[in-house]
Every structure is written in structure tokens, then in C-alpha cells.
């Protein structure tokens, strides 16, 4: 059974009657204008004390009786075949309780995993490492992508080339876009690798009981580990549980069992005892997945009144051992243009892998691309945020300019360059756009117990975005509860499938399968109360934890008192994602602003303020939803300003792996952040809920590049903007 509904969808700047076909179990979605009790209003995280006291079990946080700890011996070299591993000695030394040879016949970076150990202490495990040989036969590697594209070099794999096919979308004619403009320009930007340094290094505790497997892991989807796990040991899924209660970040590297997952459990079986192997530092840098580099060649052009004619991009770039270096994403979505060809090709380097990395591809290309765009309207002499609005192809985001220009008072005098001594001040503007909306799969339960409280139970896993709070506000919006009713149990999969958080996935494909439990779980409690009350179930409503009915509203019952005529313990209904309806738009737009303090003295920039511009459908908390835009921000902060991955040429070893020599934005680097979102209602679920980490990440980099471009009077196109090379572009100007 379905029913044919009409809603309002849209945003401030307009709104549209969009007729959507509802499965029968299904809420009706949240439209414009919807009144809220819960959701909307700023929440602190439900788990935020249990995180500022350190009471919240993280996996490195996890210790059981017995436990022993691992370690993993890594190659030396970028290349080398492994004649032979000997872990006699290694075996032999006291507290050693298993050891095994995972090097296969060759290895393809500095760091590439060799073998492993397991010990009574953290100590004794690392001692073990040094007494392992390993015959090495080393061989010619590649370590700089200008050198891995040359015929005669070296190769990754065995096969004719390092440079894979490329990969080339085009619309239109680019030449003829370029021969009818009034400006071109032409340039190439490079953007280094960049490695994800979640806080919580990857990592896991195994436990097994007979053929039963028990995982508590770092990682962002429990799942994935779980199938992962069960392939390798040829396990039903239902004997592996993984457990990850808190998570200290991700970024995309910590999907599925890696390496360190693996062997904790192959260890842990043979030596008959759990065993914990969390990463050392400079291994999460080594192994662990990076943001591949990128070298893009840009040619756009415009006619006289700005309108783009054409954009060009021809891209390469490397993941070391592993692909995904595209970055065309901003270029085919940012701009109106008939004339549009992206051509990307992956480099192989004997490096660390490449991983997805929050917005694969585009904080990169948004970089290379807003950077070109400012370098063309100089050329046509109209302002760069006039620019952006005449080729912008989204309605949001022009109602978002408005508001971020206001607020950053873009169009101020106090805000155009100037010096003040050795500083320059300058600032920058970019567009942001994503896809957050989220996919199907996603199953909830929701449980009210005979003590008046709730449970919402999902096998969802909080990266440290806020879902536990988020889950709680959703099932309380719709069963009428105040939060402190209603907690979010997850982490584990005992409870229903959840999918991971990745992509921006997480609050947009839970949050309808939490609203239609809430709404089957309302249901069973309204026909519980009917008798009670006199009055038909359907004629009852629930507010503010009162139940009542519409016709006799003195009469009326508190959700406690109804709780305690549950018949059991506690009354259960489960609730799916189902498939997304058409709905407003499938797609986010965004900008922000960047203003910058360069000291040309020294070359040191500093991020002085920024504003941010978001939508993400319905904001169920503005409190976690804002501080998901402060760490995108900061994150750009780090990618604009300091963090590359350097590894020395002649070695061919990463030279960086560590927090003092690759450095991170910091609380002093951090600048003054004003955070905007516009309400959509969306409609493509029932709560029009979409995913916001990815989106805010996307032009932070770009619009720091620009503002520093605008300070110092001469264009930058190479990252991370270090002293050294903010002199020497100042030194061209
Ligand atoms: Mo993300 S890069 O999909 O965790």
C-alpha cells in the first residue's frame, strides 16, 4: 500500500509543490516550513562529557585479561623483492607468543607491511621486530611523479607504463570556447599528498571464544570489518562481531579490516590470547592511505561580460601504489560552461597507497580551479565574487553569496588589500558543492522500555560527527519526547545494518530509518494507549511526552505512566531507509570567504577569519552541524598552509612521519570561523536530512589560496603555501 502526497519543498529563495509516491509504513517527509520541537534547536553531544573527561572507551581505551600486544615490521625499502623471512629468533624471545611472515614476493613502498608479532608487552613486541631478518633484494624504484612519467623509468607494477589510461569527460568544444573569449588563461597548480593524521591511529583488539570472533576496531564501518573478517577466516558473518563504541576520526582511511585488523586476529588465534595492535604514528603516515597529489594544467576563458566559455583541465596524480588522484569533480559541477573537458590519469610511485580522503578529488581541484578563475578576472577586470555569481548554476548557492558576502562584508574598502608594515591583508572567496543525500540499507530499531525511556539501536558508528546526538534528537522529534528520553545505542553489529560513515553518508541514510522506527514504535504505543485513554489510536497525539486525544484533550497520560503497561520488558518496531524520493535537489552547494595576513617579511600567512555558507537539508543540530564547518575549515588550514608529504628522493622513504615534522594546523593557526546554514527541505527522505563533512571541506583550501593571491598582488599555485614559497612568489611580483 502507498499513498500520493504533495509537499512544499525548497529553501528562503524559493519553494515548489513536488507530488511523491509514500510507501504505506512510511512518515510523510519533512517540508518547508516544518515546526520542529527537537531537531533545530542547538544540541550539546549526548557523549560530549563522557569525551572531555576520557571516559569514553575508545579501542585503544580496550584492555582484556591476557591481552597481548602486537607489532608490525615494515620494509626499509621503496622496492625490493624479499628472498626470506626468518623469525626464529624473533620466536625465541621471552614474552614473544606467535609471529608470522606476511611479505608475499615483493614490496612497493617504504613501509609496506613484512611481518608481525605478538608479545606480553608493547616493549617486548618492538624488540621482536629488530630481531626478524629479512633478505631484501633491492630494486630501482620511483619516488617523484615528473620521474615515474618518463619512458625509460623505473616500474611500479609489471606492466609497459606508470601512467594509467586517462579518464576524460567532455562537453561542447573546448578550442572554439577559447577562441571566442575575450580573456584566457592558462596555468598549472600542484597540490601535494596529504595523509589523513586521525587522532586515534588505526588499529584493533581480537578476541576470539572457539570459531566466535570479537573485533573492537578503530573504523568507520563496522560491516565492512565484519565481512572483511569473516572472507579472510572463512567465518559466517554472524560469528564476527565488531565493536566500535567511540572513534577518534577516519577521514576515509578506516573503511574495511586493513593490515593491523588482520593480524591482530591471525595472532591473536595463534597464540590463544586477544590481542591489541594499534598503529605507531609514523605508520599511519607510512600505510595507512593519503589524499593523492595532484599537478593541473587549467585553461578557461571568458567573454567580456564574464560568462565562462570554456574550462579545460588536464590532470596527473599520485596515490603512490594506489589510484583515485582525480580532481575533476569541482570542474564539472562549480560553473556554468558549454565547453568543459577534464582528462585525469593516476601515476603509480613506490609510495604509501592512496585512500579516500574527505571529499576525494576536490578540495584539490577547487584549489587549481578557483585559483584560475581569480587569475581571469583580473584579466577582465570584474570582481571575483561577480565573477563566480554570474556563472553560478545554483539558486541556493546564490542566496548563499548574498548572505556570506554581507556577513564577510566583501564588498567593504576595509577589506581590499592593504599593508599595514610588513603585512599584507587579502581575501578570497570560493564555491563548495556535494552530494550528500545519503543511500538506502540503513535499518533501525527503536525500543521503549517499561521505565519510560527509549533506545534507538543502529549499527552505525560515530566518526566524531556527532551521530549518537543526532539519532537521539530524530526518534525524539518524532515520538514527541524530550531529548533526555531518548538515547542512540550503537558501534556494534549486534544491532541492525548500518552502512559506514563515509561519503556524508551517515546522517542522511540513518536518519530516515530512525524516523520510520520512531513513527512504527509510536504507532504500537498509541494502540497500547487507546484503551486508556477512551479513544480511538488514531485520533491520539503525543507531545512533550503527554499523550492525549485531539477530541478530549483533559484527558491525558504521561509517556511514563503509559510505559509501565508494556506487557514485557519492552515494546520493539524496526524502521528502513527506504529508496529516496525525487524530491528538491540531489545535490549542495556552499561558499566561503577567507581573509589572510601575510607578513612579507617572513613569508608566514595567517588565517585571520572565514565564513561559511551551507545547506544540508534539514540541520537536525546546528550545534554538531557547525562544528562539522569549523573542521573542514581547519582541515584547509592545514592543507593550504602546512601539510605535505615529503619523501626523500634518493631513499625513496617518507621523511615526515611524524606530528612535529608534519605538521598540523593548530588551536593559534586557527582562525575566527562565522558559520551560516540555509534551511532546504529537501524531501528525499522522509527527513530530508543530508551529510555536511564533506561539503565543508571542499573550498576552504581554495579560498585561502585566493587570499593570499589578493595579498600579495601575485598569483600562488603550488601548495602548501610555506614561507619559502610565498617569498618567492613575491620575489616574482
Ligand atoms: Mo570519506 S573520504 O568518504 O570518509
Not at 179 to 191: D, F, L, M, P
Request: hydrophobic share 45%; aromatic share 6%.
Amino acid at each position: 500500500m502507498a499513498r500520493r502526497v504533495t509537499l512544499t519543498l525548497g529553501f528562503a529563495g524559493g519553494t515548489r509543490e513536488v507530488a511523491v509516491v509514500i510507501p504505506d509504513a512510511e512518515p510523510t517527509p519533512w517540508q518547508w516550513g516544518e515546526k520542529f520541537s527537537v531537531v533545530g534547536v542547538p544540541t550539546p553531544r549526548a557523549d560530549g562529557p563522557l569525551k572531555a573527561t576520557g571516559r569514553a572507551p575508545y579501542t585503544y581505551d580496550v584492555q582484556l585479561p591476557g591481552m597481548l600486544h602486537g607489532a608490525i615490521l615494515r620494509s626499509p625499502y621503496p622496492h625490493a623483492r624479499v628472498r626470506g623471512v626468518d623469525l626464529s629468533a624473533a620466536r625465541k624471545l621471552d614474552g614473544v607468543r606467535a609471529a608470522l611472515d606476511r611479505s608475499g614476493a615483493t614490496v612497493r613502498f617504504a613501509g609496506q607491511e613484512v611481518a608481525a608479532v605478538a608479545a606480553t608487552s608493547p616493549e617486548i613486541a618492538r624488540d621482536a621486530l629488530a630481531l626478524i631478518r629479512v633478505d631484501y633484494a633491492p630494486m630501482p624504484f620511483v619516488a617523484a611523479m615528473d620521474e615515474a612519467m618518463r619512458p625509460d623509468a623505473a616500474l611500479v607494477f609489471e606492466r609497459g607504463s606508470n601512467v594509467a589510461a586517462p579518464i576524460v569527460n567532455a562537453v561542447g568544444n573546448v578550442a572554439a570556447g577559447l577562441e571566442t573569449a575575450a580573456a584566457t588563461h592558462e596555468a598549472v597548480y600542484t597540490t601535494p599528498v596529504q595523509t589523513h593524521v586521525s587522532l586515534e591511529t588505526h588499529g584493533a583488539v581480537a578476541s576470539w571464544r572457539g570459531d566466535a570472533l570479537t573485533v573492537w576496531c578503530s573504523t568507520q564501518g563496522i560491516f565492512g570489518v565484519r565481512d572483511d573478517l569473516a572472507v579472510h577466516f572463512s567465518l559466517p558473518p554472524e560469528n564476527v562481531r565488531v565493536i566500535t563504541a567511540y572513534l577518534g576520526g577516519g577521514f576515509g582511511s578506516k573503511f574495511g579490516a586493513g593490515h593491523e585488523v588482520i593480524f591482530a586476529a591471525e595472532l591473536a588465534r595463534m597464540a590463544g590470547a586477544p590481542v591489541k595492535l594499534m598503529l605507531p604514528r609514523a605508520d599511519e603516515h607510512l600505510a595507512t592511505g593519503n589524499r593523492p597529489s595532484s599537478s593541473q594544467r587549467v585553461r578557461i576563458g571568458a567573454a567580456r561580460d564574464g560568462a565562462l566559455t570554456a574550462i579545460e583541465l588536464v590532470q596527473h596524480g599520485s596515490g603512490g601504489i594506489g589510484g583515485g588522484s582525480g580532481s575533476s569533480g569541482p570542474y564539472l559541477t562549480l560553473y556554468r560552461c558549454a565547453n568543459l573537458r577534464t582528462e585525469e590519469r593516476n601515476v603509480y610511485l613506490n609510495a604509501g597507497p592512496s585512500s579516500a580522503m574527505r571529499a576525494p578529488g576536490w578540495p584539490q581541484g577547487c584549489f587549481a580551479l578557483e585559483l584560475a578563475i581569480d587569475e581571469l578576472a583580473r584579466k577582465l577586470g570584474i570582481d571575483r565574487l561577480e565573477l563566480r555569481r554570474r556563472n553560478n548554476p545554483s539558486p541556493v548557492r546564490a542566496l548563499e553569496f548574498e548572505i556570506g558576502a554581507r556577513a564577510f562584508r566583501w564588498n567593504d574598502r576595509s577589506r581590499a588589500p592593504q599593508s599595514r608594515g610588513p603585512l599584507k591583508r587579502g581575501i578570497g572567496v570560493a564555491s563548495a558543492a556535494w552530494h550528500g543525500i545519503g543511500a538506502s540499507g540503513p535499518q533501525a530499531q527503536c525500543v521503549a522500555l517499561r521505565d519510560g525511556r527509549v533506545q534507538v539501536r543502529i549499527g552505525t558508528q560515530d566518526i566524531g560527527t556527532g551521530t549518537r546526538t543526532i539519532i537521539a534528537m530524530v526518534a525524539a522529534e518524532e515520538l514527541g519526547l524530550p531529548l533526555d528520553r531518548v538515547t542512540a545505542e550503537i558501534g556494534d553489529t549486534r544491532y541492525l545494518f548500518s552502512l559506514p560513515s563515509g561519503g556524508s553518508l551517515t546522517a542522511p541514510s540513518t536518519t530516515p530509518a530512525v524516523r520510520q522506527a520512531a513513527a512504527h514504535l509510536k504507532r504500537k504505543l498509541m494502540r497500547l494507549a487507546a484503551p486508556l485513554l477512551g479513544a480511538d489510536s488514531d485520533d491520539l497525539i503525543i507531545r512533550g511526552g503527554v499523550i492525549s486525544a485531539r477530541a478530549a484533550p483533559n484527558r491525558s497520560l504521561t509517556f511514563a505512566e503509559l510505559c509501565r503497561r508494556i506487557p514485557g520488558d519492552s515494546l520493539a518496531a524496526d524502521g528502513e531507509h527506504v529508496p529516496n524520493y525525487a524530491g528538491y535537489s540531489l545535490t549542495q552547494a556552499g561558499c566561503q570567504f577567507a581573509g589572510v595576513e601575510v607578513d612579507c617579511e617572513t613569508g608566514i600567512v595567517r588565517v585571520t577569519d572565514f565564513v561559511a555558507v551551507h545547506d544540508a537539508g534539514v540541520i537536525v543540530d546546528p550545534l554538531t552541524a557547525r562544528s562539522q564547518v569549523n573542521g573542514g575549515i581547519i582541515m584547509g588550514v592545514g592543507f593550504a598552509l602546512f601539510e605535505e608529504r615529503r619523501i626523500d628522493p634518493q631513499l625513496g622513504v617518507m621523511v615526515n612521519p611524524t606530528m612535529d615534522d608534519y605538521k598540523l594546523p593548530g588551536i593559534l593557526d586557527t582562525p575566527e570561523i562565522q558559520v551560516f546554514f540555509v534551511e532546504v527541505a529537501n524531501g528525499i527522505t522522509n527527513t530530508g536530512v543530508l551529510g555536511l563533512g564533506e561539503a565543508v571541506h571542499v573550498a576552504a583550501t581554495a579560498a585561502i589560496g585566493c587570499a593570499v593571491a589578493d595579498a600579495i598582488g601575485a598569483p600562488v599555485r603550488d601548495l602548501p603555501l610555506t614561507p619559502d614559497r610565498v617569498l618567492a612568489a613575491l620575489g616574482q611580483a
